[in-house]
């Protein structure tokens, strides 16, 4: 392999003239600088990052660790925060934990040993074990909590108004005269889970609707829960009218179960979900949905993230709250067409994102 003194031979430039090209730190005039790349690729020169790291003590690497690679809602987010880490000179190297926290935590270790300068994670469930996230903090290794975001612990995070979301999903099916209305939430061990089950409580009592344990059902977040649970409470002998189901992926469970009892939709049972499932344009009918800022969560996760990694932030947690999209379609209208209902502050979404950010000192 080529060294960093051939190429600087091969173009008649200094060892430190190389240098400054190949880490962008100092301008290079551009004649000097094509001499030098045109070396780089006749002597097929790689940088040795992991020496550079062991000098500068950086590796320009994050970790991003995520609960589920096959759930739909994580390659946006993850396309978000590669290209953020991208235009910042940062490689993602990306782990997924399978939902566990054992995993997880054997990750997060996996990526301190490689040296990473910082984590983006999307929690597994699991609570009073993030010590492992928290240590890492301590010790140098910044961490951002993506989504998934435990409180009280002193973490930056970027997460979705989980409350809000599911509260306008659940006023809109209560406005087309539903009421008994059944929610297939996550699990509870995560905060998203209490979060969108709380918007479900809050819509129904504000309609003055009682809130019936009955109609509650704890799914995981995965497909085989959403049609276990979903096939249960339709097979009831009274069934409710509207079903809100808290994650795409459930939802697909839910859409086949569906099908194998011969549940018309939106007829027999209107059906909501939390996400917009990136080829939901093919099912029939149309999902109404609550649609995530999934890119956005990505790209400002990793902005954060590098910026607390370069010292550009100070004082205590930084809390980033994104707002959701209301899509309303034929699986509770009945109609065709897609109308997008915004809710919440449309100016703000337009000035900055739709983004809360609060600061704790």
Do not use: W
């Not at 099908?259 to 939106?266: A, F, T």
């Not at 897609?338 to 337009?350: C, I, L, M, N, V």
Request: hydrophobic residues 35%.
């Amino acid at each position: 392999m080529a060294t960093i003194k051939e190429i600087a031979e091969r173009a008649n430039v200094s060892i430190a003239t190389v240098s400054n090209t190949v880490s962008g730190k100092r301008p290079v005039s551009t004649p000097l600088k094509d001499r030098i790349l045109a070396a780089i690729r006749e002597l097929d020169y790689h940088p040795n990052h992991v020496a550079r790291s062991l000098k500068v003590k950086q590796t320009n690497m994050l970790g991003m660790v995520i609960p589920d690679i096959t759930n739909p809602f994580y390659p946006e987010v993850m396309r978000g925060a590669e290209d953020a880490s991208r235009e910042r000179k940062y490689l993602l190297v990306t782990a997924n934990t399978d939902e566990r926290m054992e995993r997880e935590q054997n990750v997060v270790s996996v990526l301190r040993s490689h040296r990473v300068d910082g984590l983006l994670i999307a929690a597994a469930p699991g609570r009073g074990t993030m010590d492992h996230l928290q240590n890492a903090a301590k010790t140098g290794t910044p961490v951002v909590f993506l989504d998934r975001a435990t409180p009280g612990i002193g973490l930056d995070s970027v997460t979705i108004d989980n409350v809000k979301g599911a509260q306008d999903c659940v006023r809109h099916l209560i406005r087309f005269g539903h009421k008994d209305i059944a929610i297939i939430t996550g699990s509870l061990k995560l905060e998203i889970g209490r979060e969108r089950l709380k918007g479900y409580q809050v819509a129904l009592k504000e309609a003055g609707l009682k809130v019936r344990r009955s109609l509650i059902l704890e799914g995981d977040f995965r497909e085989e829960s959403g049609y276990r649970l979903a096939k249960e409470i339709l097979l009831r002998q009274h069934r409710p009218t509207a079903l809100f189901v808290c994650n795409g992926v459930m939802t697909l469970g839910a859409l086949q179960a569906l099908d194998e009892i011969g549940v018309r939709c939106p007829q027999d049972v209107a059906l909501a979900t939390f996400d917009d499932l990136p080829y939901g344009r093919a099912f029939h009918p149309r999902l109404t949905c609550v649609a995530q800022p999934t890119y956005e969560l990505g790209y400002k996760g990793a902005t954060l993230l590098i910026d607390r990694i370069e010292g550009k932030l100070s004082g205590g947690p930084v809390e980033l709250q994104l707002t959701s999209e209301m899509r309303i379609r034929e699986s509770t209208t009945g109609r065709d067409g897609d109308r997008h209902h915004f809710y919440g502050d449309k100016s703000a979404r337009k000035n900055d994102g739709g983004v809360k950010k609060s600061s704790r000192n």
